[in-house]
């Protein structure tokens, strides 16, 4: 593939589906679960969330004939399923918190910023300007940082850009590559941006809208596991967005992404992070410049 950003999702850890980290009682399969996604996503799953876990993967365990979650999941390690289950299994115990324009100053700055920044390092309207929203979940992030970039090309002038969108639950990239939401979810789009940049639905579609084709050609949904060691993606990102994901992992995690992430941006280019999450940020390579703002120094 030659596309200006690329992801792909990756496959397990050695070792990871068969042998999770942590000892646990004989009996005790859900701890070998939690474990077993800890090491895999880093999402933990204290033994309070069961019955959370058992909600989301209702519909699966009915799919396969399963009537309760200890079936479902002797099913993972008895039978040998956790390969072919691992996608139904991110997808139930990832959290999809996102709305359009959330954290509004952070598209204050990429429109005022780093988006004329990134134009004038990448020499004009010849060389793309690259950005990632890293946890894209069902892409409002995403689509809100695309409607910037057009509101931009409207006001100083049509310039290249492209927008990668990835996330490790797959149910919400399909729903983001649709890029149709309710008017209820487009609430925080002003009204003019929401006149500009989306469709009206007609019909069964009706208080509904879907972005426009012109915002839709620059943005590219993939799957990719922010815990992997490393992410197949160009080392010249110009913007990344990492917010509101970094706090569901631990310290040590949070610090290995938070770097690995800054290894793929350009220097000068600038990462956003989650207004709770900017202490995390301990890196040698970016420096804050703003609220939950860096930019990569060296």
Not at 255 to 279: D, F, K, Q, T
């Amino acid at each position: 593939m030659n596309s200006v950003l690329q992801a792909e999702g990756q496959g397990p850890k050695p070792g990871a589906a068969g042998a999770p980290k942590g000892a646990h009682p004989a009996g005790d399969i859900f701890g070998r679960f939690a474990a077993y996604v800890e090491a895999e996503i880093g999402v933990r799953l204290a033994p309070s969330k069961r019955m959370m876990v058992a909600g989301r993967l209702r519909r699966r365990m009915v799919e396969l004939g399963y009537a309760t979650l200890e079936d479902y999941m002797r099913h993972l390690f008895r039978d040998g399923a956790l390969d072919a289950e691992r996608t139904e299994i991110f997808d139930a115990v990832t959290t999809n918190k996102t709305d359009f324009f959330r954290e509004p100053s952070h598209f204050a700055h990429l429109t005022a910023e780093a988006l004329p920044q990134a134009i004038a390092r990448r020499g004009g309207t010849h060389r793309p300007v690259k950005m990632w929203s890293a946890a894209a979940s069902t892409g409002a992030e995403a689509w809100t940082m695309a409607i910037c970039a057009g509101e931009y090309a409207r006001a100083a002038g049509a310039f290249a850009w492209a927008i990668l969108a990835t996330d490790i639950n797959t149910r919400v990239i399909g729903t983001a590559r649709r890029a149709i939401y309710s008017d209820q979810i487009l609430a925080p789009v002003p009204p003019e941006l929401r006149a500009r940049w989306t469709m009206q639905g007609q019909g069964a579609q009706i208080g509904h809208a879907r972005i426009v084709p012109e915002l839709r050609r620059h943005v590219r949904f993939e799957q990719l596991n922010l815990l992997d060691d490393n992410y197949a993606l160009d080392h010249d990102i110009d913007i990344v967005f990492l917010r509101n994901v970094l706090i569901y992992f631990s310290a040590e995690d949070q610090a290995r992404i938070v770097e690995r992430v800054a290894n793929h941006i350009v220097p000068g280019g600038v990462l956003y992070l989650g207004h709770s999450e900017s202490m995390i940020a301990q890196s040698p390579t970016l420096a804050q410049i703003a609220p939950a703002t860096f930019r990569r120094v060296v």
